[in-house]
């Protein structure tokens, strides 16, 4: 005795539908991929345009006194300016700040198009980082 089959074609549904999850899955991957690598180099701009920052520092007001203990901020956004336009790749200084009177904050921000960007996603992201460099007052 044999059952009747009326299940024909049900493998090829299941397996449209694992190739459509495992697509999704790699366009995830891929995605997060690059916007893991774009942060990570954006990351590294922005801590060398904090040291550019930090390093200068008007020194001769400094020295002199003037500022009450704070950093003298003369040339800080220039210095970070020419950092990121020499090594920033499409970088974009959102902000430099003095955060206690001894540490410049540098905050960088880059548009990601997305490799395989989902519904919706379809310009990219924007990626930032914030990095932070101190000089120490002796």
């Known amino acids: 005795m044999t059952r009747p089959r009326d299940d024909e074609g049900q493998l090829l549904i299941l397996t449209a539908f694992f190739a459509l999850v495992l697509f999704l899955l790699v366009a995830v991957v891929v995605d997060a991929s690059a916007a893991f690598l774009a942060r990570r180099g954006l990351a590294g701009t922005a ?10 520092v008007d020194l001769t007001a400094f020295y002199e006194g003037s500022g009450d203990g704070l950093l003298p901020l003369g ?30 904050e540098v905050t ?8 395989l960007a989902p519904p919706g996603y379809g310009d990219g992201v924007d990626v930032t980082a914030t990095a932070r460099a101190r000089l120490p007052l002796r």
Do not use: I
């Open 47 to 56: 801590d060398g345009a904090a040291l550019a920052a930090a390093q200068s």
């Open 75 to 104: 040339e800080v956004d220039a210095a970070v300016a020419a950092y990121v336009d020499s090594y920033g790749d499409d970088a974009e200084v959102v902000a430099v700040d003095l955060v206690d009177g001894t540490t410049v």
């Open 108 to 115: 960088l921000r880059r548009h990601l198009a997305l490799p």
